[in-house]
């Protein structure tokens, strides 16, 4: 099993609302990775987890709040959002720093 | 109109023509190099990986040439075909330590290729 998987593919909320994205994978991988991209842009890095603690925020809102309940799974909370956040969310794991991270197919997000 | 950032740089070839697309980091602590795919709609793919004690690594159609002193990767395809039509993203981890899992992404060519 060479999957990442994300949940919901497609997620529209207002800005009062609080959702969830969800991650997983079955690889054994102790890396975790939350990217956000906007359209005809790099993926640009928000937080990695590396043995299900937070060792990377690049700077990220208090907004965004991510968890890591076990080294399957990767979640990430949304609270009152910005028109601005709408993006493909993406999560990715990798076993080491010097092996290919796998990304899930992201979760579409539109603020409302 | 629109604005010059929102372009990606292009890069369009024949089928059956080889593709060579660039990359520049700014790192020179970066000590791992990956190229992915990205189809429109979908998750970055992993194409083929380098490390910065290697110049040149091969795969299946696709060749990646690092050149530390000036700090550029680039990806070769030979024999383009339809389906190698995306965009093309290297990524770099910046070395710090083991434990290091800092992977970032440069800007992006999308190619197309022609039938």
């Known amino acids: 099993d060479t999957e990442v998987t994300q949940t919901p593919k497609h997620l529209v909320m207002g800005m009062t609302n609080k959702k969830s994205l969800k991650c997983e994978q079955h690889m054994g991988h102790r890396a975790m990775y939350w990217y956000k991209q906007k359209a005809k842009k790099p993926p640009e890095l928000m937080f990695v987890?590396?043995?299900?603690?937070?060792?990377i925020n690049e700077s990220v809102p208090s907004r965004f709040s991510p968890e890591c309940p076990n080294s399957s799974l990767l979640n990430l909370h949304l609270h009152a959002l910005q028109p601005e956040d709408s993006a493909l969310y993406l999560c990715?794991?990798?076993?080491?720093?010097?092996?290919?991270?796998?990304f899930g197919q992201g979760t579409r997000l539109t603020v409302v | 109109g629109e604005s010059v950032g929102l372009h990606l740089p292009t890069l369009s070839v024949q089928e059956g023509d080889n593709s060579i697309i660039n990359c520049a980091y700014s790192n020179s602590a970066s000590d791992y190099f990956i190229w992915y795919k990205q189809e429109s709609g979908k998750g970055p793919q992993f194409i083929i990986d380098i490390r910065s004690n290697m110049d040149k690594r091969q795969g299946q159609r696709v060749t990646v040439l690092l050149n530390k002193t000036v700090k550029h990767l680039s990806l070769q395809i030979a024999a383009t075909q339809p389906g190698d039509s995306a965009v093309y993203f290297c990524?770099?981890?910046?070395?710090?330590?083991?434990?290091?899992?800092?992977?970032?992404f440069g800007k992006g060519t999308l190619l197309t290729v022609n039938p």
């Open positions: 990524a770099e981890n910046i070395g710090s330590g083991g434990s290091n899992y800092k992977l970032t």
């Open positions: 987890y590396s043995y299900e603690k937070l060792s």
């Open positions: 990715a794991s990798s076993h080491t720093r010097y092996t290919e991270a796998f």
